[in-house]
């Protein structure tokens, strides 16, 4: 499918919504990155984001509107609360969420370091993960730049890990195997 100067495509599966929630963890590339989730994901779905996105003019109202968490990086208690907060579209209203563990887009195009506090999260709460890897929208959109460049766009589902999969793991080895599954499907 053509999307303005980007033709997108989505590799695998979402999991059906009635098998959720999920908590849709993938690769921070660029602003292009909503668009991507919101074009392969055909059901309603929340967002956690970092709280700065919400002061973008257009782009802060939406996500304002759509009922998306502000999340801080430099308060952890304040954070601790907003995914307090979070817990109950998950297991009260069933509703799926999305969030990037790397907690900001790639200035290098590089996978950064995934930060533990989606993974506290996900134990909290012991929804399915759902890793996904996200392929050229960096080279579509830079952090450090509002060009947009033509290209190829692609989301690709991997395979869900499960709240029985992860119960004896730690918040840490957790992180590590989302990381090494959301690595694995960015590979060419």
Known sequence: MMSGLQFFTVKGKVPPKKNGPYLFMFNHESMFDVLMLAGAIPYYINAIGWEGVFKIPLFGYMAKRYGA??????????????????????????????????????????MGEFKKGGFHFAKATKVTIVPIGLIGAYRANKRTSWTINPGRLTLAFGNPITADQYADLSVEQLRDLTKDKISKLIKP
């Open 69 to 110: 968490y502000s999340i801080t990086h430099d308060n952890t208690d304040k954070a601790k609360e907003t995914l307090k907060a979070a817990e109950k579209i998950l297991l009260v209203d069933k509703n799926s969420m999305v969030l990037s563990p790397e907690g900001q887009r790639t200035i290098t195009g590089e």
